[in-house]
């Protein structure tokens, strides 16, 4: 199956460039291109991709507002474009709903491997960078109450959860708690269903925001 993307960057060198990546690849297709967030909404409505590249600092609409509005409407997928020293742009994205993000200096390889990733429904492309990413930014935020959600969680999906938010992936974490792969992914689905999330990363903001991490 063709993964379809629209990439969102303000900068036409930067789009084009992705563009030339993705297209060399068989199983991707670019069928749009914005340069700004609100161009990126009205695309995704009118082509239905299945992932989005959106850059987080575009005039008019920015990505994490363009991200948000997309996640409401869409099934499309958002995989969010980013450097280091914006990191609490990218924490507002993920609570907006973004899927996962790429550091714009990833190699060709990695954004090919982010883009199938994310378009099969998993989100974090690097579990330990989102761990560093996350570790960062939340350290700044306030304590949130307890969520009364974690109480429909069993012991053994807590764990899941824990060893989820810190970056573990699905075998470290069948490793760590003796459990099968599979295990590990029917409980993470199942959690997913329980506390209303859409994906993984969705999991590892909850996490931070109910107190399950420390900061």
């Keep these: 199956m ?11 060198l930067v789009r084009t460039g992705l563009r030339m990546i993705l297209d060399n690849a068989d199983d991707i ?8 967030g609100a161009e990126a909404v009205a695309l995704v409505a ?17 990505g994490v507002e363009a991200t948000a ?32 993000f790429l550091l714009k200096d990833a190699l060709a390889p990695d954004l090919l491997a982010g883009v199938r990733v994310v378009a099969a429904g998993e989100a974090t492309l690097a579990p330990t960078v989102t761990r560093r ?44 708690l003796f459990l099968s792969p599979g295990t590990v992914k029917t409980h993470v689905g199942r959690i997913l269903t329980k506390l209303g999330l859409r994906d993984r990363v969705q999991a590892v903001v909850f996490a931070y925001e109910s107190g399950m991490i420390s900061r």
């Design 2 to 12: 063709t993964i379809r993307v629209v990439i969102a960057d303000d900068q036409a």
């Design 29 to 36: 297709d670019v069928v749009g291109e914005a340069g700004d």
């Design 46 to 62: 009118e082509l239905d991709p299945d992932v989005v590249l959106m850059d987080i600092r575009m005039p008019e609409m920015d």
């Design 69 to 100: 509005a997309i996640a409401a409407a869409q099934r499309a997928r958002v995989l969010v474009l980013t450097t280091f020293d914006l990191d609490e742009y990218v924490y507002a994205a993920l609570q907006a709903g973004a899927s996962g």
């Design 133 to 176: 990413l996350l570790d960062r930014v939340v350290t700044g935020l306030p304590v949130s109450p307890p969520d009364d959600r974690l109480a429909r969680l069993t012991g053994r999906e807590h764990e899941v959860l824990q060893q989820l938010a810190r970056g573990l992936s699905n075998a470290e974490i069948a490793e760590l």
